[in-house]
């Protein structure tokens, strides 16, 4: 597609249950990021997908959380048992390979966990 | 841990006037992002500089580089109140950017 697609754009969930939240990243971009950012803060890295490698997930801030990525191109990522602390928004954003790349982000997924 | 922090927290100015943000970081990068955020979602890319530049323009931003002091500025001359927005720079070692808090930018019709 033309731009970075994530859904749900809002999602409200009950504390203890489980979400997920996709990314479709720009065709052709191997690198894909999930970063969180709460109310008024900056953004926290959570976890990076470069092509077939293994990715770096030391962002991730408890095993209740954890991303695949499938053929190489969306994403989906999942907390389970969520708590009201996860809530923030979770924004996507997918480059070219290489450094020195810009990111293009996602318009992100509102999460509130009641 | 954040990298970058940006300073001030919040700008507030007068339309045609110019922003300076500032952003300081800790550690050696290989390059330098600024992004502009509206309402809290999704970031769009403004400008990136690498560590061998000192300064880059891009239409009315000007951003500089001092890998000595381990910092970098955004300049955004001849405001409009559309600039609006929280900005952000991010800085990368290797293959991933960690962004600062950023600066919230009103411009004042």
């Known amino acids: 597609g033309a731009g970075v697609s994530q859904s749900p754009s809002n999602k409200v969930t009950e504390k203890g249950k489980d979400v997920e939240l996709r990314c479709d990243p720009i065709?052709?971009?191997?690198?894909l990021y999930w970063y969180r950012q709460s109310l008024g803060q900056g953004l926290e890295f959570l976890i990076y997908f470069q092509g077939n490698s293994a990715p770096d997930k030391s962002g991730l801030p408890s095993d209740r959380f954890s991303a695949e990525r499938t053929g190489g191109s969306v994403s989906t990522l999942t907390i389970q048992r969520t708590q009201q602390e996860d809530s923030a928004v979770y924004l996507c954003?997918?480059?070219?390979?290489?450094?020195?790349?810009?990111?293009?982000f996602g318009s992100g997924t509102r999460l509130t966990v009641v | 841990s954040q990298q970058g922090e940006e300073d001030p927290q919040a700008l507030s100015i007068q339309e045609g006037e110019n922003a300076t943000m500032n952003c300081s970081y800790k550690t050696s990068i290989n390059n330098l992002q600024w992004y502009r955020q509206n309402s809290g979602r999704g970031l769009v890319h403004l400008i990136l500089?690498?560590?061998?530049?000192r300064e880059k323009h891009s239409g009315r931003l000007r951003v500089t580089l001092d890998t000595s002091k381990k910092s970098s500025s955004l300049l955004i001359t001849a405001s409009r109140a559309a600039d609006t927005a929280s900005y952000f720079c991010a800085t990368a070692g290797t293959y991933k950017y960690i962004f600062g808090t950023g600066t919230r930018l009103k411009v004042l019709a």
């Open positions: 065709s052709g971009h191997t690198a």
């Open positions: 500089i690498r560590s061998n530049e």
């Open positions: 954003a997918s480059s070219p390979q290489g450094q020195g790349r810009g990111y293009t």
